[in-house]
């Protein structure tokens, strides 16, 4: 009889971990309180992002995702497109951080500087007044989070005999039995991979965790008309100094107090912009980062006022209509790791804490830990 495992949650997170322990011969039950993911995965950019971790272990891990994501989107029919990314630059100091970070990675990443010409051919989106030039990595891949987080259930059900319970919600967990209400579940091992809902099920570890929630704001731009793809995803200057993976720049700490200066509501709301388009057309632009315990739940007209004004300077769609705003909300860590993987008693893990990097980390992490390698 294999060992029973029960996963809470089915974001991202808690698909990763289903799959890693059937991977192990675990038989998984996954208990979800919705009838279908509505947290953060479904709220996402569908980023999976390499080249914004840094260099070493996470970088490595990022790069487990994308092959895992591949692997389980070719075999279930979900539409991905390994488009690379490019990081514009339209001054000297954003392209001295973009060189250093090429001169940096060449070896490891493939990344490449390109000129503001050889950009603009690979994007028709690309706004070219003032181009200086342009990172090109060619290992971003896009999924639809919609699409692709209501898929996997099914590849994993199939492929894995995963059992999914939807739309209940664990209320107590003494182990071995897991309750929701007064259902109860057994398991050898039980996971909790509840997201941004980290009160309810060990609150005492979540109050005393260097925890806290972080609000987006995002938008959907209507499916470009005659199959128009922007090719790669697209971001602005603002994006090199919130990813890790371009703190290794000297030039970053110049280039942090002007954008402090010219655009001191961007940071203030911790703006910055990045778009992706899905296989439907559609583009999703963002995003904004409010720290907090509890979060006004209604979205900021100024902040995706910001968002679009900013994009306008480096790129541009065929329609701009917005079609939809929502905001999503992630846990993050305040002591700069990168995950928060603790076991409240024996037989009972919770992992947790991937910030805005769970599309891009959560294969890699939960197949790293379940297989016992040191994370
Ligand atoms: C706007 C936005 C943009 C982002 N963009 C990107 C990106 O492009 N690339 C990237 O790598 N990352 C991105 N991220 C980060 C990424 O989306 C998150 O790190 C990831 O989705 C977190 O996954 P999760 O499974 O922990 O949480 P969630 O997706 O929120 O899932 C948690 C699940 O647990 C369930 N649950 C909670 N409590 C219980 C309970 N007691 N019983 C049963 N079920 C329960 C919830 O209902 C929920 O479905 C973004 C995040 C946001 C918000």
Redesign the pocket.
């Known amino acids: 009889m294999d060992n029973k495992a029960i996963v ?9 971990t289903a799959r890693a322990l059937a991977m192990q011969g675990y038989q998984v039950t996954v ?4 009838h279908r ?13 390499p080249v ?1 971790q840094p260099d070493g272990a996470l970088y490595e891990r990022a790069m487990l995702s994308r092959s895992i994501w591949k692997t389980i989107c070719d075999e279930a029919g979900i539409w991905y497109e390994p488009a690379g990314s490019l990081h514009l630059a339209y001054a000297a100091d954003e392209w001295a951080v973009i060189n250093e970070y090429a001169d940096k990675t060449s070896t490891e990443r493939q990344c490449r500087v390109l000129s503001a010409q050889e950009a603009t051919e690979h994007s028709s989106a690309i706004v070219r007044d003032g181009l200086v030039g342009a990172l090109w990595s060619p290992h971003e891949m896009i999924v639809d ?1 919609r699409e692709a ?1 209501a898929a996997i259930p099914g590849w994993l059900q199939e492929k894995w005999g995963v059992e999914f319970v939807w739309g ?4 107590a967990i003494q182990y071995p039995a897991v309750y ?1 209400g007064n259902r109860q579940f057994m398991a050898d091992q039980v996971f ?7 009160e ?2 060990y609150p005492e570890i979540f109050s005393a965790a260097p925890i806290t929630k ?5 938008m959907r731009l209507a499916a470009q008309p005659d199959n128009w793809r922007i090719g790669p995803s697209l971001c602005g200057g603002l994006s090199l100094t919130h990813y890790k993976g371009f703190s290794s720049a000297a030039s970053l700490g110049a280039l942090k107090e002007r954008y402090q200066r010219e655009y001191p509501d961007h940071i203030k709301w911790g703006i910055h912009v ?1 778009v ?1 388009q899905n296989g439907a057309g559609e583009i999703t632009a ?2 904004s980062h409010e720290y907090g315990g509890t979060h006004d739940p209604f979205d900021r007209q100024f902040i995706n006022q910001l968002v679009l004004d900013y994009l306008k300077g480096f790129a541009r769609f065929k329609d701009e209509t917005i079609t939809e705003t ?6 993050k860590l305040t002591n700069g790791e990168e995950h928060f993987i603790v076991s409240p008693e024996d037989g009972v893990t919770i ?12 294969f890699g992490l939960c197949d790293q830990y379940i297989r016992g390698e040191g994370v």
């Open positions: 809470i949650g089915a974001g991202i997170v808690g698909l990763a208990v979800e309180r919705s993911a509505t947290g953060a995965s479904v709220r996402n950019f569908g980023m999976v992002w914004g989070p987080i209940t919600a664990v209320t929701a909790i991979c509840s997201g941004a809902d980290f309810t099920l972080c609000k987006l704001q995002m990045m992706s963002g995003d929502w905001n999503g909300i992630y846990p992992i947790n804490g991937l910030g805005g990097a769970g599309m891009t980390l959560s």
